[in-house]
């Protein structure tokens, strides 16, 4: 209205300042009922613009006045849907908070004032009935959802959470099946069946479930390349003791694939080199170790390597290692590596040598222990036996720990494997189950003869190391020292001491 009053007033200005510009005033009569009135042409556009926008005010008042009650009413809706937009954030905040009881409070005013969504309402009714504690009013209202097709996914989700939090499993497992089914990008129902299958062991079922969701785009590539390298060697794992005849083999292809997918999985790239040294296939044991040093060194995986060849004389070992450690020079694995090749030609001063290079490191039971071996070799023996007093208290290395007195690497339980699929897949780490299980593992501490008679309280544990074969021990200090016997890895000579 406002709009059209000045279209007009504009055109009467125009109207009239044209007459101006003419010096005619021109002359208007009109004649109404018998009246007659006479006036100039610019009189006569003015009066009829006034009139014009009379008429206009008066017919907008009287529809202003008619729609009163709709205006009323749409203010009162606007505050209505205000007050519901604050009673759900509220209520969402004390769900958010712990608060059942005054979640369930404001879940039911929310259902009186939030008319216009329905969905909000009931979400925040099964989550106050749940913060609350009320399972069963939980479950009626997430059984509830599963009726309308924009909620069914919530509400599958709901019941699965409150199945697993009953110990319901199976009841659990369906729900997440159930909306795996209905929705591609479902990711907690993929994984919420993934770890279903990984507890109950079955290996091949997880590797289908990764590969669909790699398709439906659920998770990202490299996510689903090192669940698989983990899942092929868990598999690989249990098939290896199988007694059918094919299981081994199809053990050994499972590892194979493991270290060709993820080069930097130590569990499965030393199944494989062990599972191929035993065929025979030293040098394709070999290269794979070599490879998956280049990617991510792992103390297992150096012992596996040293261990491919048992006829070489310990110049041959160190220079092998030497070999490996130089894949991967400036790694902290390979600086223990090199101060170990020095130990075992007998070279002292190499080893001083090449130990100064982790002398930056925080101090382990495992450097401790090296670093004791580097000193006894070079004839200190109060050095040596300070470092093994320190290593003492010094905590162990958690890569060590997954070393087994026997000699096995990552000797793991099918409960370790399933969670090592999920650590490693998602952050690319590895788990430490012997570790976190306080179970014996290789002592990162030697077993060396110390000069001090009174040294004997302080070793007073067995260790264990793993150990080179074709070493003789060498002879004693002229004092008589007391010595610690240590339980040493099936099949392994004793280790010289340095």
Not at 272 to 297: I, Q
Not at 309 to 319: F, H
């Amino acid at each position: 209205m406002i709009r059209a009053g000045v279209v007009l007033i504009l055109l009467a200005a125009i109207a009239v300042g044209g007459l101006a510009l003419t010096e005619d005033a021109g002359h208007a009569t009109v004649t109404w009922l018998g009246w007659r009135a006479d006036s100039t042409a610019a009189a006569a556009i003015l009066v009829a613009l006034a009139f014009g926008l009379l008429a206009a005010v008066v017919w907008r008042t009287i529809l202003w006045i008619l729609d009163a009650p709709r205006r009323a009413e749409r203010v009162r809706a606007e505050a209505r849907r205000r007050q519901a937009a604050d009673v759900l954030s509220r209520g969402f905040l004390a769900v958010a908070a712990g608060d059942g009881s005054e979640a369930l409070r404001l879940s039911k005013k929310a259902a009186e004032l939030a008319v216009d969504t329905p969905a909000l309402v009931r979400v925040l009714a099964a989550q106050a009935a749940e913060a609350a504690g009320d399972v069963a009013q939980a479950q009626a209202a997430y059984t509830a959802m599963l009726g309308f097709p924009e909620m069914r996914l919530a509400g599958h989700k709901g019941l699965m959470q409150l199945a697993a939090a009953q110990g319901a499993r199976e009841t659990a497992l369906r729900h997440a099946q159930e909306a795996y089914g209905e929705a591609r990008s479902a990711r907690w129902a993929w994984r919420a069946i993934l770890e279903a299958r990984l507890e109950a062991g079955d290996w091949d079922g997880a590797l289908g479930l990764v590969k669909s969701a790699l398709d439906r785009k659920i998770v990202p590539p490299v996510v689903a390349e090192r669940a698989r390298a983990a899942l092929l060697a868990a598999s690989a794992a249990q098939l290896e003791h199988a007694p059918e005849p094919r299981a081994r083999s199809q053990a050994l292809d499972q590892a194979l694939e493991a270290a060709k997918l993820q080069p930097g999985f130590a569990p499965g790239v030393v199944m494989a080199a062990r599972l191929l040294a035993e065929d025979g296939k030293l040098g394709r044991a070999t290269a794979t170790l070599e490879t998956a040093w280049r990617v991510g060194p792992h103390p297992a995986l150096w012992l596996a390597y040293r261990d491919l060849k048992t006829d070489e004389t310990p110049r041959e070992r160190a220079q092998r290692l030497g070999q490996l450690a130089a894949v991967n020079p400036t790694h902290r694995e390979s600086l223990f590596l090199y101060v170990e090749q020095a130990l075992i030609v007998g070279d002292p001063q190499a080893a001083r040598e090449a130990a100064r290079a982790l002398e930056g490191e925080p101090v382990t039971a495992r450097i401790a222990g090296l670093m004791a071996r580097a000193a006894y070799a070079a004839g200190a023996i109060d050095e040596a036996r300070l470092w093994l007093a320190q290593g003492m208290n010094a905590p162990p290395e958690p890569d060590w720990s997954d070393l087994d007195p026997e000699g096995r690497a990552f000797a793991y339980h099918a409960s370790d494997w399933a969670r090592l699929v999920i650590t490693f897949a998602e952050a690319g780490e590895l788990i430490h189950p012997r570790l976190e299980r306080r179970e014996r593992t290789l002592r990162e501490l030697p077993d060396l003869p110390l000069a001090y008679a009174d040294a004997g309280p302080m070793l007073s544990e067995p260790v264990l190391y793993p150990v080179d074969e074709g070493y003789s021990e060498p002879e004693p200090p002229p004092a008589e020292p007391r010595r610690i016997e240590a339980r040493r890895p099936r099949g392994r000579a004793p280790r010289a001491g340095k």
